[in-house]
């Protein structure tokens, strides 16, 4: 992309004008947003590539228009990244009003990518195509898995969205032990990333060790009373993944409802990835209670985090509904995103990871399959 000076530049969609008048006359954020581009560093792949705010929002500007090649899986992160790692980006991207103006932008361009226009990168070219020899490498197995037909134009998809969002086949991914309530399934197809217990109602979720705080996870719901001493299963979805989510017990939806969150807020200290702790407190999620069939459970919690990107959690179930395990209750829009699950203190519950050691560099356990058993405690 070219950018240009000041000046010189291109009229800003009015999101993105919005979000620079922002900028310009609000005193904290305009120190917020000056600092974190002076605070940028040099690293591996050389110096950072956006110099200041103007360049951003010609960069956002342009990104609206724009869909989702493969080789460049996250075009707004991309524009981010350096400056998020900063002091002035810590405080800049947990600013509310910050947050307010990225949500609208993101929602704008989020339009474009449930348009036919962002279809054009759903082809067959080998580096940047969703279909080329690069994306097949790593979605081995894509036609027989997905509902798909690689005889029509793009596949059958209507969208990049409709792309992201889309659905395995019938029998891809059968419910484990669907009458069993003792098991409890895997909600997301996702890498196991962090299990805690005895979790806190607060804690200093922001240090580098990022300990659970329990009253932000749900939104200070009150709730949340119950979960104080519980457990804590942590997962990633990478953006190859599955992103539908699917209920993980037999029961009824107690509540469900999205909290509005940051997105692009990572602690300093360690990179985006390893900052998923620390986002189930802050990221924009949608968040579900879930009174169990199985009393040995009860009320559980089912947590599904935006990272970045569009970030859009789209709840598709009610409250009061009766869900089956393994049903659908609700997607992610683009973006990464992580989930998690939370039990009351008592719940004897023993997860099975599929021989994964949870962290960064764990493998996806598929969705629906067997993730933990709930044992009656003896009183």
């Excluded at 990333?193 to 719901?221: C, G």
């Amino acid at each position: 992309v070219d950018l240009y000076e000041e000046n010189d530049a291109p009229s800003l969609h009015p999101v993105v004008q919005d979000f620079k008048e922002l900028i310009e006359k609000d005193a904290e954020v305009n120190i917020f947003i000056h600092q974190m581009f002076e605070e940028q560093k040099e690293n591996s792949s050389g110096p950072p590539p956006v110099k200041n705010y103007h360049q951003m929002l010609q960069l956002m500007n342009v990104v609206l228009n724009t869909s989702i090649e493969f080789d460049l899986e996250s075009p707004m992160f991309s524009i981010m990244y350096c400056s998020m790692a900063t002091v002035g980006g810590f405080s800049a991207f947990l600013n509310e009003k910050v947050n307010y103006h990225i949500k609208n932008i993101l929602n704008e361009w989020g339009k474009y990518l449930k348009s036919k226009d962002s279809c054009y990168v759903l082809n067959k070219d080998p580096k940047k195509g969703w279909f080329g020899k690069d994306a097949m490498k790593e979605m081995p197995n894509f036609v027989e898995e997905f509902k798909c037909n690689p005889n029509e134009s793009h596949y059958g998809f209507t969208s990049w969205d409709d792309f992201f969002t889309r659905e395995f086949r019938d029998g891809v991914r059968p419910v484990a032990s669907p009458d069993d309530n003792s098991v409890v399934v895997n909600p997301c197809e996702a890498a196991p990333f962090n299990i805690q217990e005895n979790v806190k109602r607060h804690d200093t979720f922001w240090i580098k060790s990022q300990p659970y705080s329990l009253d932000l996870m749900v939104a200070n719901d009150p709730l949340a009373d119950k979960f104080v001493g519980g457990t804590v299963y942590q997962a990633f979805l990478g953006p190859l993944n599955y992103h539908r989510w699917h209920s993980p017990v037999n029961g009824k939806v107690v509540k469900a409802f999205v909290q509005d969150g940051t997105y692009y807020s990572q602690l300093i200290s360690v990179g985006v990835a390893e900052s998923q702790a620390y986002m189930s407190a802050v990221a924009t999620r949608a968040i579900f209670f879930i009174e169990a069939d199985n009393p040995d459970i009860g009320l559980m919690v089912f947590l599904a985090i935006g990272m970045a990107e569009v970030s859009t959690c789209e709840i598709t179930v009610f409250e009061e509904e009766y869900v089956k395990k393994g049903q659908q209750i609700g997607t992610f829009h683009y973006g990464g995103s992580s989930h998690c699950l939370i039990f009351q203190p008592g719940v004897n519950v023993t997860f099975d990871l599929h021989g994964e050691t949870p962290g960064i560099n764990a493998a996806n356990i598929p969705v629906n399959a067997k993730m933990a058993t709930v044992n009656t405690v003896n009183v």
